[in-house]
């Protein structure tokens, strides 16, 4: 069975600080991997795609993937107290079937 | 990225009722929807995949005769709960994928509830 994990949290940060959010999934075929961000009351959020290993940089959003280690995070610079939110983790293969999402880490940016 | 709208937003009906909530493509032909489930402090559970002109493929466990799903047109998908009941409340999110990047788009969501 595929899966994804990540740290409930809930993960405290000041305001400024780096946030590091890690996930790790189970099925070695996965090709696409995206970070979504769930505000509390709303649906999910598309902040982030990757697909090749390295870093892939967006405005304060860094992620990182190592398909070797089946291990992809998120990094995000100068967290604000706006970016408090519960962080999903997913993934898919090549064709975008068996989108599978992490259970999500909360994510709390104190000011 | 593809916008998705829902309908409605909130409901709150009867046990025994059944409701129907709409999930729209707004700019983008989709032929393939997502239908999702959140319960409070728990992470998404996919319930079925909606294929345009053709029967929804259900997840593990989902019961098709409760939660019918009907995807009529490239732009519109519908979510009938069936003789509703309060352990039917939650959050029902739809959602597409559009482009080639495999990348899902979700629509605002439906809070259900069921007195």
């Known amino acids: 069975q595929k899966e994804v994990e990540q740290n409930s949290g809930p993960l405290s940060v000041p305001e400024g600080a780096i946030a590091s959010l890690n996930c790790t999934y189970s099925d070695r075929v996965s090709q696409s991997f995206f970070w979504y961000r769930q505000y509390s009351g709303k649906s999910p959020e598309l902040i982030m795609s990757i697909y090749s290993n390295g870093d892939k940089e967006d405005g304060r959003f860094t992620a990182q993937l190592n398909k070797a280690s089946q291990y992809v995070s998120l990094l995000i610079r100068d967290s604000q107290p706006s970016d408090s939110a519960t962080y999903l983790c997913?993934?898919?293969?090549?064709?975008?079937?068996?989108?599978?999402f992490g259970p999500g880490t909360r994510l709390s940016v104190l000011p | 990225g593809a916008v998705v709208s829902q309908h409605p937003s909130r409901v709150i009906c009867k046990s025994g009722t059944s409701v129907k909530i709409e999930c729209r493509s707004l700019d983008f032909q989709a032929t393939t929807m997502f239908w999702y489930r959140q319960f409070p402090k728990q992470s998404l559970m996919l319930m079925a995949t909606s294929n345009e002109g053709s029967k929804a493929t259900y997840e593990q466990g989902v019961e098709k005769d409760k939660f019918l799903i009907n995807h009529a047109s490239l732009t519109l998908s519908t979510l009938t709960v069936t003789s509703a009941h309060p352990e039917d409340s939650s959050f029902y999110i739809c959602?597409?994928?559009?482009?080639?990047?495999?990348?899902?788009?979700f629509g605002p969501g439906t809070r259900l509830t069921v007195l």
């Open positions: 959602s597409l994928t559009s482009g080639g990047n495999n990348e899902q788009f």
């Open positions: 997913a993934v898919s293969d090549n064709y975008g079937q068996n989108f599978v």
